[in-house]
């Protein structure tokens, strides 16, 4: 959906609405959407900025990095971001926490759907974890340990690192 900035009517505008996003379109490769993303956005022009709040909600299925079973991921999600336009963009090499909130517009045009999947992008954990305290499957037999300890015989640490080990007990 692609909002005109200049067509902006000078009370805003507010959408609710159902997104549907392809399986490439978002970073979690295995996620598979169990309600569809409903998004409610203000969007707004003050002079030169526009102004964007919103609220995402939907539910997810990601799969646990650790023990391999999916596991229901809510997403409820606020945002605020300003939109500057093109010719305000300045290159720096560091961004200031308040530039975070900040984006640029091009070709006076906003579209709504890449804002919405950025924000939904952002949601997701960097390490999908179905709890905390996920133990993980056994490296031998593949056992899910959340489930109970398996019988097999692991080495608790490698061999290469039994030199970095009395070396660090000397420095002590």
Partial sequence: MIVDIDRL????????KNFEFIHDEIVEEDAVFLLPLHADLTVRKMGEEVYV???????LSFVC???LIPFEFPVDSHFD?????????????????????????????IDLKDVVLEQLNLTFPVKPLCSQACQGICPVCGKNINNGDCSCVTKDSDSRLEKLKIFLKDKR
């Fill in 9 to 16: 009517p000078r009370e805003g505008l507010k959408i609710s």
């Fill in 53 to 59: 709040k919103g609220k995402i909600k939907t539910l």
């Fill in 65 to 67: 990095s650790r023990c």
């Fill in 81 to 109: 971001l300003v939109y500057l336009p093109e010719e305000l963009e300045v290159s720096r090499e560091e961004l200031d926490s308040d530039d975070l909130n900040i984006s640029f517009y091009y070709s006076r045009k």
